[in-house]
């Protein structure tokens, strides 16, 4: 049984995760921003769920803190906490909104990494996760260019944590490749979701699909350097060609 932190585990792929774990036997904390999916996931999963703004690392250090005093350690940390923005170019995104997605997806993450090496260097071992994106092998998207940029920059971040790890912990990268969460379908209307529907239904999976092979992966693959991937180049090429004898819709009307 191992223990387990899961950030922004109170919706998406989050909580796929958590309930993934859970099935498999082992403990789960989960945070979340707001305190109603906070509130339903405590209710949902019988977890510990604590609000927190993963830009404040004395929250996530809170966070740390309360899971030990219950379970006693942490094996596993996932910095899953993400969100998007408006799909413009950045000369005409607000600044408060580039602020917000750099703070949650790029801060956040550099906090969680913090607080939870500190304490597994302290408790002697573990792993850290850090979840990759549109953005994290290099690719470009028009109107997600704030969104890619700190996605990019988590895959950076967690390549140059390998070479500095403490002794007994380790960190790696995890990747979910196109999930249908509200993160994949932000801002796009009905006319804009119709164009690129098609193309969602031939790559895109649901929440319920990926999350029980990554959460498994996460736990048997949890070594230094480690990349686990759901949706690889073999995987979107065998798709492609299947995609005239095989109909999938995964947005239902």
């Not at 509130?39 to 309360?66: F, I, K, T």
């Not at 990349?227 to 492609?240: M, Q």
Request: with cysteine; charged share 20%.
């Amino acid at each position: 049984m191992r223990t387990i932190v899961v950030t922004g585990g109170t919706r998406g792929i989050g909580l796929g995760l958590a309930r993934s774990f859970l099935a498999r036997g082992h403990q789960v904390a989960v945070c979340g921003s707001r305190a109603d999916s906070v509130r339903r996931a405590a209710d949902e999963l019988g977890v510990l769920a604590l609000v927190a703004d993963v830009a404040d690392r004395s929250r996530l250090q809170a966070l740390w803190e309360a899971v030990v005093e219950r379970h006693g350690r942490v094996d596993l940390w996932i910095n899953n906490a993400g969100i998007s923005h408006t799909r413009t170019p950045l000369w005409r995104l607000p600044e408060g909104e580039t602020r917000s997605v750099v703070e949650a997806n790029l801060l956040g993450v550099l906090n969680g990494c913090a607080v939870a090496v500190a304490g597994m260097a302290a408790q002697g071992g573990g792993h850290v996760w850090n979840m990759e994106g549109l953005g994290s092998d290099g690719r470009t998207a028009p109107g997600l260019g704030v969104y890619g940029a700190t996605k990019r920059a988590v895959t950076y971040l967690t390549r140059a944590m390998v070479k500095e790890m403490p002794p007994g912990v380790s960190a790696g990268l995890l990747s979910p490749g196109m999930v249908v969460t509200d993160l994949l379908t932000h801002d796009y209307g009905p006319e804009e979701l119709a164009r690129v529907r098609k193309v969602f239904n031939i790559l895109a999976d649901r929440v319920e699909t990926v999350t029980p092979w990554l959460a498994e992966r996460a736990i048997t693959h949890a070594r230094n350097g480690a990349h686990v991937r759901w949706l690889t180049p073999a995987k979107i090429a065998a798709r492609f060609a299947a995609a005239p004898f095989r109909r999938r819709e995964l947005f239902g009307d």
